[in-house]
C-alpha cells in the first residue's frame, strides 16, 4: 500500500507518494508538482489514476481544498485549524501554519537523516515566505515570517520603478552568502534579496545559539539551493520536508484513531 499526499498551496500543488512499509526517514519515491490548474478535478484524474484500489489519498495544505476533495471524496484530509499533536508555544495552536506545523513535526518525529529529533533546531523553510521555527526539547517554541525571495524582488519593483522587475533563476546563483556584491543592476538586487536572506538566518541562528550552544540547523524550501550558510554548523538540507511531515501526521492521526 503506498500513502499519496496531496500539498495544496496557494499557486502550487505538489503530488507525493510513500510506501507504507518504508524506514521513518524515507524520502518520498515520487513527486510531482504544477502550478493551480483552473480544472482541479481533471489534475486529481490524471494523479489519482496512478494509485492502487488499496492506497490512500491525503488532501491538506494552506490553499483551497475544496475542489480537490470534490474531485476525490473519499480523500482523508487535514485542514488549516484542525486539532493536531504538535506541542507549540504558537497562540491559539490552530493559528500555527500548516506547513510550518508539517516541518517541525518532521524535525521532532526523526524525519530527517542524521538530524537527533530531541536535539534543539532552526528549521528553516525558503518559500513564498521565509519561515524559522525553533523546537527543542519535543516542542514548538514559536518561529518568525517574512518575505520570501520574490517577494522581496517584487517589492523593490513595485516601490522603486528604476529598479527592474526580475524572477528568481532557476539556476543557483553564487549571490546567497552574506558577503555578495552585484556587478549588475540584477545581480545586486539577487544579491541583496539572498545575501540579505543569509544573512537573517545566520543573526537568528547566532542569537539563539547563546542560549542553545548545540542549536542545529534544518533547511527546507524551493529557494534552499541559493543559500549558503557558511558559518552555521550542524546543518541539514530536505528538499520533501514538508511532505515528510503531512506524511508523518496523517501517519500519527491513523495510528491514534
Avoid: Y
Avoid at 91 to 96: C, D, G, K
Avoid at 121 to 130: E, P
Amino acid at each position: 500500500m503506498n500513502i499519496w499526499i496531496l500539498e495544496v498551496g496557494n499557486t502550487r500543488a505538489k503530488w507525493a507518494a510513500f510506501r507504507d512499509n518504508d524506514e521513518s526517514t524515507a524520502q518520498p519515491f515520487s513527486v510531482e508538482a504544477m502550478d493551480i490548474p483552473p480544472d482541479a478535478a481533471l489534475a486529481m484524474a490524471i494523479w489519482s489514476a496512478q494509485t492502487a484500489s488499496e492506497d490512500v489519498i491525503c488532501i491538506t495544505g494552506s490553499g483551497d481544498l475544496d475542489p480537490w476533495l470534490q474531485a476525490a471524496p473519499h480523500a482523508k484530509v487535514l485542514r488549516p485549524g484542525d486539532e493536531l499533536p504538535l506541542d507549540t508555544a504558537a497562540v491559539p495552536s490552530t493559528s500555527l501554519g500548516l506547513d510550518r506545523v508539517a516541518n517541525a513535526w518532521a524535525v521532532l518525529q526523526g524525519k530527517v537523516t542524521g538530524a537527533e529529533a530531541t536535539g534543539d533546531w532552526l528549521v528553516v523553510d525558503a518559500g513564498t515566505c521565509l519561515t524559522m521555527d525553533l523546537v527543542s526539547g519535543g516542542k514548538h517554541l514559536g518561529g518568525t515570517i517574512s518575505p520570501g525571495a520574490q517577494l522581496r524582488l517584487n517589492a523593490m519593483h513595485d516601490h522603486a520603478k528604476a529598479l527592474p522587475s526580475i524572477q528568481v533563476p532557476l539556476d543557483r546563483q553564487p549571490l546567497g552568502h552574506a558577503s555578495a556584491m552585484g556587478t549588475s543592476t540584477e545581480h545586486a538586487m539577487l544579491a541583496g534579496v539572498f545575501g540579505g536572506m543569509d544573512a537573517e538566518i545566520t543573526g537568528k541562528w547566532g542569537a539563539l545559539r547563546q542560549e542553545m550552544p548545540n542549536l542545529g540547523l534544518v533547511l527546507a524550501g524551493g529557494d534552499a539551493k541559493f543559500l549558503e550558510l557558511r558559518t552555521i554548523s550542524p546543518k541539514f538540507a530536505d528538499a520533501h520536508l514538508t511532505l515528510k511531515g503531512f506524511h508523518a501526521l496523517f501517519q500519527h492521526a491513523h495510528d491514534h484513531r
